[in-house]
Protein backbone atom coordinates (compact mmCIF):
# COMPACT_ATOMS: atom_id res chain seq x y z
CA UNK A 1 0.00 0.00 0.00
CA UNK A 2 1.20 3.75 -0.81
CA UNK A 3 0.45 6.23 2.02
CA UNK A 4 0.64 9.53 1.54
CA UNK A 5 1.31 12.04 4.20
CA UNK A 6 0.20 16.16 3.96
CA UNK A 7 1.75 18.62 6.28
CA UNK A 8 1.93 22.47 6.28
CA UNK A 9 -1.58 23.79 6.44
CA UNK A 10 -2.94 26.13 9.24
CA UNK A 11 -4.14 29.98 9.55
CA UNK A 12 -3.11 32.40 7.36
CA UNK A 13 -4.08 36.38 7.03
CA UNK A 14 -4.87 37.44 3.05
CA UNK A 15 -2.12 37.87 1.12
CA UNK A 16 0.25 35.73 3.19
CA UNK A 17 2.04 32.45 2.24
CA UNK A 18 1.32 28.41 3.26
CA UNK A 19 3.78 25.66 2.22
CA UNK A 20 2.31 22.24 1.80
CA UNK A 21 3.95 19.25 1.41
CA UNK A 22 3.02 15.64 0.65
CA UNK A 23 5.52 12.54 1.17
CA UNK A 24 4.59 9.66 -0.04
CA UNK A 25 5.79 6.43 1.23
CA UNK A 26 4.90 2.47 1.55
CA UNK A 27 4.73 0.22 -1.76
CA UNK A 28 7.04 1.35 -4.46
CA UNK A 29 5.26 2.80 -7.15
CA UNK A 30 5.57 4.70 -10.29
CA UNK A 31 4.18 7.50 -10.39
CA UNK A 32 3.02 9.73 -13.36
CA UNK A 33 1.16 11.92 -11.99
CA UNK A 34 0.32 14.18 -8.50
CA UNK A 35 -1.86 16.11 -7.71
CA UNK A 36 -3.17 18.73 -5.19
CA UNK A 37 -7.05 19.09 -4.93
CA UNK A 38 -9.17 21.08 -2.54
CA UNK A 39 -12.76 21.29 -0.69
CA UNK A 40 -14.56 23.59 0.75
CA UNK A 41 -17.68 23.52 3.04
CA UNK A 42 -20.38 22.86 0.91
CA UNK A 43 -18.79 22.61 -2.74
CA UNK A 44 -17.57 19.81 -4.13
CA UNK A 45 -13.93 18.61 -4.89
CA UNK A 46 -11.88 20.78 -7.29
CA UNK A 47 -8.41 20.09 -8.82
CA UNK A 48 -5.60 23.02 -7.88
CA UNK A 49 -2.42 21.75 -9.66
CA UNK A 50 -1.11 18.73 -10.68
CA UNK A 51 2.25 18.12 -12.38
CA UNK A 52 3.49 14.92 -14.22
CA UNK A 53 6.54 13.28 -12.57
CA UNK A 54 9.08 12.85 -15.49
CA UNK A 55 8.57 15.95 -17.36
CA UNK A 56 7.41 18.21 -14.08
CA UNK A 57 5.12 19.26 -16.58
CA UNK A 58 2.24 21.76 -14.55
CA UNK A 59 -1.56 21.92 -14.46
CA UNK A 60 -2.77 25.19 -12.58
CA UNK A 61 -6.86 26.05 -12.30
CA UNK A 62 -7.20 29.81 -13.54
CA UNK A 63 -8.45 31.00 -9.66
CA UNK A 64 -4.46 29.99 -8.43
CA UNK A 65 -2.23 30.30 -11.92
CA UNK A 66 -0.11 32.77 -10.97
CA UNK A 67 -0.46 32.06 -6.96
CA UNK A 68 0.51 28.91 -6.24
CA UNK A 69 3.45 26.58 -8.07
CA UNK A 70 3.35 23.12 -7.46
CA UNK A 71 6.95 21.23 -7.43
CA UNK A 72 8.14 17.99 -6.80
CA UNK A 73 11.02 16.14 -5.04
CA UNK A 74 11.86 12.80 -7.34
CA UNK A 75 14.61 11.44 -4.48
CA UNK A 76 11.88 12.24 -1.80
CA UNK A 77 8.61 10.90 -3.01
CA UNK A 78 7.60 14.45 -2.12
CA UNK A 79 5.19 17.18 -4.11
CA UNK A 80 4.57 20.39 -2.78
CA UNK A 81 2.49 23.58 -3.01
CA UNK A 82 3.43 27.28 -2.97
CA UNK A 83 0.95 29.17 -1.76
CA UNK A 84 1.24 32.88 -2.07
CA UNK A 85 -0.95 35.85 -1.93
CA UNK A 86 -3.78 33.53 -0.11
CA UNK A 87 -7.36 34.96 -0.10
CA UNK A 88 -10.09 33.79 1.97
CA UNK A 89 -11.55 31.85 -0.76
CA UNK A 90 -8.50 29.59 -0.97
CA UNK A 91 -10.02 28.55 2.46
CA UNK A 92 -10.38 24.51 2.29
CA UNK A 93 -9.21 21.23 3.03
CA UNK A 94 -6.34 20.19 0.48
CA UNK A 95 -5.49 16.67 0.19
CA UNK A 96 -2.72 15.27 -2.24
CA UNK A 97 -3.17 12.50 -4.66
CA UNK A 98 -1.15 10.04 -6.54
CA UNK A 99 -2.37 8.67 -10.05
CA UNK A 100 0.23 5.48 -10.66
CA UNK A 101 1.64 4.46 -14.20
CA UNK A 102 -0.78 2.77 -15.92
CA UNK A 103 -3.87 3.41 -14.51
CA UNK A 104 -4.61 5.99 -16.98
CA UNK A 105 -5.78 9.29 -15.32
CA UNK A 106 -6.88 7.58 -11.87
CA UNK A 107 -5.50 8.83 -8.53
CA UNK A 108 -5.19 5.82 -6.85
CA UNK A 109 -4.23 6.81 -3.41
CA UNK A 110 -5.13 10.04 -1.65
CA UNK A 111 -3.35 11.81 1.59
CA UNK A 112 -6.30 12.70 4.62
CA UNK A 113 -6.08 16.14 3.78
CA UNK A 114 -4.78 19.30 5.53
CA UNK A 115 -6.78 22.55 6.81
CA UNK A 116 -6.10 25.86 5.17
CA UNK A 117 -7.80 28.67 6.12
CA UNK A 118 -7.66 32.25 5.43
CA UNK A 119 -8.80 35.17 7.28
CA UNK A 120 -9.52 38.63 5.47
Known amino acids: QVQLVESGGGLAQAGASLRLSCAAS????????MGWFRQAPGKEREVVAT????????YYIDSVRGRFTISRDNAKNTVFLQMNNLKPEDTAVYSC?????????????WGQGTQVTVSS
Open 97 to 109: ALNPMGRGMNYDY
Open 51 to 58: ILWSSSRT
Open 26 to 33: GRTVNIYR
